[in-house]
């Protein structure tokens, strides 16, 4: 779910990087600019600060789901002993009873909603995060190798330019191998 949103922001993203590209080649001011691309996906799906983030999502995703999973059972098991029940209870003890689970359950539907925004509030926070962190690598790659502008790979149909992928990679796994990401 979390990764096939961002491959989608990434693809919207290079299409406007082709646009980008075909307009500094040819408005190259000295044919001297140098251009590369990156494959953005790829550095999303091998760095290990992105596979410790989705990790992360996904125990916490199993945890919020045992805890709903569990409240569901609990009323499944009220449900069960309120049926063995309405033969003794009258009219409206039974309603009141029904009208009880009904209630913990239309709770439960909200919070469990609730808890799925926040979570993925938390992951679009964190992914913006990581993306800032990212372009300034980024950044402060392309101005060390001096080149005037980085593309996005996936977007381009043919090019000859320099991939930095695996470089960005490189670096992306030393200055972030991991993050903590901020639940509460």
Request: net charge positive; with cysteine.
């Amino acid at each position: 779910m979390y990764t096939s949103r961002l491959a989608k922001t990434f693809k919207e993203l290079s299409i406007v990087a082709f646009f980008l590209c075909a307009f500094f080649t040819h408005h190259s001011a000295n044919g001297e600019d140098k251009f590369s691309v990156i494959n953005i996906q790829k550095v999303t799906e091998t760095c290990t600060v992105f596979h410790d983030i989705r990790k992360q999502m996904e125990e916490r995703s199993k945890s919020l789901s045992a805890k709903f999973d569990e409240k569901i059972k609990k009323i499944q098991e009220d449900e069960t002993i309120l049926k063995k029940k309405k033969d003794v209870l009258g009219k409206e003890a039974l309603e009141a009873e029904i009208k009880k689970i009904d209630t913990n359950k239309k709770n439960i539907h909200t919070e469990s909603q609730e808890e799925s925004k926040k979570l993925q509030k938390v992951y679009f926070d964190t992914i913006s995060t990581m993306n800032k962190k990212m372009s300034t690598i980024i950044e402060t790659y392309a101005k060390e190798k001096q080149i005037s502008a980085i593309f996005e790979a996936s977007g381009m149909i043919y090019n000859n330019l320099e991939n930095v992928t695996e470089d960005i990679i490189v670096l992306m796994n030393k200055d972030l191998p991991s993050f903590k990401v901020a639940f509460e």
